[in-house]
């Protein structure tokens, strides 16, 4: 469980191999991950919180513009997201990717979307930061 979690956070965050050059932290490894632990993983926690927030408010039928947070949360988390990471990927690097991925599952539930990502097939690339969809089979969902 954790450990298969902290993997995938780290390939999310691009932090799979340490070094300097391609953005990866300057930090040490028992840094990061004192970091990961101290830091991250209550942020980390407080996203998975406000998704389960959004499917439970979905659920009960609230109106589908009722489940998102309010925008300027959403704001919030990204200017947290990006000082986070810049504190093990350096100043300038910092990524609010961890939002950006929370949004998208979101937004399944604000009555736009016509599929759940558990429906399409995914990958990741090598380095977390961009999500491929296969665009046949999430095209296979609409109506043309």
Request: no cysteine; net charge positive.
């Amino acid at each position: 469980g954790m450990l298969r979690r902290s993997w995938e956070l780290v390939r999310s965050l691009g932090t799979d191999q340490f070094s300097s050059d391609r953005g990866r932290p300057a930090v040490s490894d028992r840094k990061y991950w004192t970091w990961v632990g101290e830091r991250w993983l209550p942020f980390v926690g407080e996203l998975r919180a406000e998704l389960r927030a959004v499917e439970a408010r979905a659920a009960l039928g609230f109106a589908d513009n009722e489940h998102l947070p309010a925008e300027a949360q959403i704001l919030e988390w990204g200017r947290r997201a990006i000082a986070l990471t810049e504190e093990v990927r350096g100043y300038g690097n910092g990524t609010p990717n961890v939002v950006f991925q929370v949004l998208m599952r979101m937004g399944q539930y604000n009555g736009i979307a016509r599929y759940r990502f558990e429906q399409i097939p995914t990958a990741l690339s090598h380095d977390g930061f961009v999500r491929v969809i296969d665009g046949a089979a999430r095209s296979s969902l609409y109506s043309h």
